[in-house]
């Protein structure tokens, strides 16, 4: 069964950092690429970072380029998100999600349960 | 960047109605448009990929049309465990845009 845990969210004040962690079980970790997707309280997904399978590329949102990075580490099967400068507008749940491939096609079919990253003094 | 746009942005329906929901892309995206479902508090889950394949363990009552531009979602009749919010995801490119979402509720 595949699983995705994030763990990291928290309380960080205007200014700060934190860097979140999407730990993979279940399926072979460095075979797919992987995400991150947040959401506002009350608002929808917005999309915020991927990185391919060996992490030698990366792609971010305009909202976060130059203060977050994605990374991960195949051999302990873990995706991280460091956020640097945060924002109160970066207040949201981050999810990790596996972005699986049908042909050309591209889908996030697992998602972990997110984690809460509030900013705020 | 490709602008998702659904419409309606909420929607109030009994059981056992048909509902249909539409995503528009700023510009064509073949047929790289996906579907997901999101109850309070939960992760979203997939319901449809390319456009119209359905998911492993999705109902059959949910279906997905469309290419190019215009995209369709359909419920062909609604259950209780279907009130939630969707969303419709460009996978053509990246940045992989979502739609703001639709929230079904219970009229």
């Known amino acids: 069964e595949v699983q995705l845990v994030e763990s990291g969210g928290g309380l960080v004040q205007p200014g700060g950092s934190l860097r979140l962690s999407c730990a993979a079980s279940g399926f072979t970790f460095s075979s797919y690429w992987m995400h991150w997707v947040r959401q506002a309280p009350g608002k929808g997904l917005v999309w915020v970072s991927r990185i391919n399978s060996d992490g030698s590329s990366t792609s971010y949102a305009d909202s976060v380029k130059g203060r977050f990075t994605i990374s991960r580490d195949n051999a302990k099967n873990t995706l991280y998100l460091q956020m640097n400068s945060l924002r109160a507008e970066d207040t949201a749940v981050y999810y990790c999600?596996?972005?699986?491939?049908?042909?050309?096609?591209?889908?996030?079919?697992?998602w972990g349960q997110g984690t809460l990253v509030t900013v705020s003094s | 960047d490709t602008q998702m746009t659904q419409s309606p942005s909420s929607l109030s329906a009994y059981v056992g109605d048909r509902v249909t929901i539409t995503c528009r892309a700023s510009q064509s995206i073949s047929r790289y448009l996906n579907w997901y479902q999101q109850k309070p508090g939960k992760a979203p889950k997939l319901l449809i990929y390319a456009a119209s394949s359905l998911q492993s363990g999705v109902p059959s009552r949910f279906s997905g049309s469309g290419s190019g531009t215009d995209f369709t979602l359909t419920i062909s009749s609604l259950q209780p465990e279907d009130f939630a919010t969707y969303y419709c995801?460009?996978?053509?490119?990246?940045?992989?845009?979502f739609g703001q979402g639709t929230k079904v509720e219970i009229k």
């Open positions: 999600a596996r972005e699986e491939t049908w042909g050309t096609y591209y889908y996030f079919d697992d």
């Open positions: 995801q460009q996978s053509y490119s990246t940045p992989r845009t």
